[in-house]
């Protein structure tokens, strides 16, 4: 079936330090979804990418969408402690049913 | 997007019994689903809300076990059955309105099976 593949699964930085996650499906996808959740509570939609190779900001975060519409990327610049929490890519392939990737765990150290 | 209402927020069963988590939508959606979350871990989808018929359970996930209910487009129940400590984890519901949009969340159940 359907996967979507996340990396790193933690990661550590210093405020003020860049980060990225990077999300792989083992299919096309029709688009991808990113979603943010702070601990203790649930996923919060974060962007949506539907075209190949799009690119989309969102203040310091920038969201990609491969060529191949296969993979994706969040790069958030200049971390602050409010970027705390697990950012998760989701997958969607022309339907509803949407796949969540593993989710990067994000600990930002003030 | 939609706000999802789902309780209980959290509660501790005993083993053998059966809890039923329910969520309501501000708004009609056309699909629901089921999720179980372990701390720290992803999403596991456990399977799509259909209204007025059965569920779609994916793999690994059985209505025995899961039983769900859709009565309406705004409304959805998952009954978690028979549970042992394994069954401990977060719940979630969510709803699409379109396909390829958004998914929105209800706030979770915490659930701890002693």
């Known amino acids: 079936g359907q996967q979507v593949m996340q990396i790193p699964q933690y990661q550590h930085v210093q405020e003020g330090e860049d980060f990225t996650t990077y999300c792989n499906s083992s299919t096309t996808l029709s688009n991808i979804q990113w979603y943010k959740q702070r601990p203790g509570g649930h996923p919060v939609f974060l962007i949506q990418l539907v075209k190949s190779g799009e690119v989309k900001k969102q203040k310091r975060l920038t969201f990609q969408f491969g060529e191949a519409k296969k993979n994706s990327s969040l790069h958030i610049t200049a971390t602050q402690t409010t970027d705390v929490g697990t950012y998760f890519c989701?997958?969607?392939?022309?339907?509803?049913?949407?796949?969540f990737g593993a989710g990067t765990r994000l600990f930002v150290k003030a | 997007s939609a706000v999802i209402s789902q309780k209980p927020s959290r509660d501790i069963c005993q083993r053998g019994t059966s809890l039923t988590i329910q969520c309501q939508v501000d708004?009609?959606?056309?699909?629901m689903f089921w999720y179980r979350q372990q701390p720290g871990q992803s999403l596991t989808l456990i399977a799509t809300?259909?209204?007025?018929?059965?569920?779609?359970?994916e793999s690994g996930f059985v209505i025995d076990k899961f039983p769900i209910s859709r009565p309406n487009l705004t409304f959805s129940t998952l009954t978690v059955s028979n549970m042992s400590p394994e069954d401990s984890s977060i719940y979630l519901c969510s709803g699409l309105r379109v396909a390829n949009t958004e998914a929105f969340f209800g706030q979770g159940t915490r659930l701890t099976v002693v």
């Open positions: 989701a997958g969607q392939t022309g339907g509803f049913k949407t796949i």
């Open positions: 809300a259909n209204q007025g018929s059965e569920a779609t359970y």
């Open positions: 708004s009609q959606v056309t699909m």
